[in-house]
């Protein structure tokens, strides 16, 4: 059975630091990786996703990497600001199932 | 109306009423998920619609009782819900596996 977990489980930084968040799953047999952020409330905006055979993409100040071999992924957060606070989250796909990581609840102070 | 958008955005019900949620996709994708999503659990995946047809069940009570008429709606019909479904609930379209979710419906049970 997939299990996805995400560390840290909160972080809290100043703006303009640069920061990684992690995702780890358990088995590597999967189809892509998506990156979310959630908003109090809200439902789940799309960052970025990657193919699994892929090692990484980029969107403005964000770049995921996927090392599918150890089961990894990161999150970079380049210069981050006040409107980068919200909850990020990790989820693997296979097939049409995905498992979602618990996510990593990230404040950035001005 | 463009997305995925998800009515009502906040339900209140009793235990023995009935109610239905209702999720639409504006994107030509071919699949559809439901998820709960409860406080301080991951994103839970509930069930899965591709072309119409159900392709993932994952052990959900029979008490949420989900219809796809066409590959645009979505529904999850209640009935006799518990205190502990109060949740948020998601619903999601994807096509070639990058997923995109509505903003969620609210959903408290009395």
């Known amino acids: 059975k997939q299990e996805v977990t995400q560390i840290p489980a909160a972080l809290s930084v100043p703006e303009g630091e640069n920061l990684v968040l992690n995702c780890s799953f358990t088995?590597?047999?999967?189809?892509?990786l998506q990156w979310f952020r959630q908003d109090p409330g809200k439902g789940l905006t799309s960052l970025l996703l990657?193919?699994?055979?892929?090692r990484e993409q980029t969107s403005g100040r964000l770049n995921a990497s996927l090392d599918k071999s150890s089961g990894r992924s990161t999150l970079y957060i380049a210069a981050s600001q006040p409107g980068d606070s919200a909850t990020y989250l990790c989820?693997?796909?296979?097939?049409?199932?995905?498992?979602f990581g618990p996510g990593t609840r990230l404040s950035v102070l001005p | 109306e463009t997305g995925v958008t998800q009515t009502p955005r906040h339900l209140v019900m009793g235990m023995t009423n009935k109610k239905s949620l209702k999720c639409e996709q504006h994107l030509g994708h071919n699949a559809m998920y439901w998820y709960k999503q409860s406080a301080k659990k991951p994103l839970e995946l509930m069930f899965v619609?591709?072309?119409?047809?159900?392709?993932e069940n994952n052990s959900v009570p029979s008490r949420f009782s989900p219809e796809c008429p066409n590959s645009s709606h979505l529904f999850l019909h209640l009935h006799t819900l518990q205190p502990e479904d109060s949740a948020l609930y998601l619903c999601a379209s994807s096509q070639v596996n990058e997923q995109f979710f509505g903003p969620g419906t609210r959903l408290t049970v009395l």
């Open positions: 990657i193919q699994s055979s892929q």
């Open positions: 088995d590597s047999a999967i189809y892509n």
């Open positions: 619609y591709n072309f119409k047809e159900q392709t």
């Open positions: 989820a693997v796909g296979y097939g049409q199932n995905f498992v």
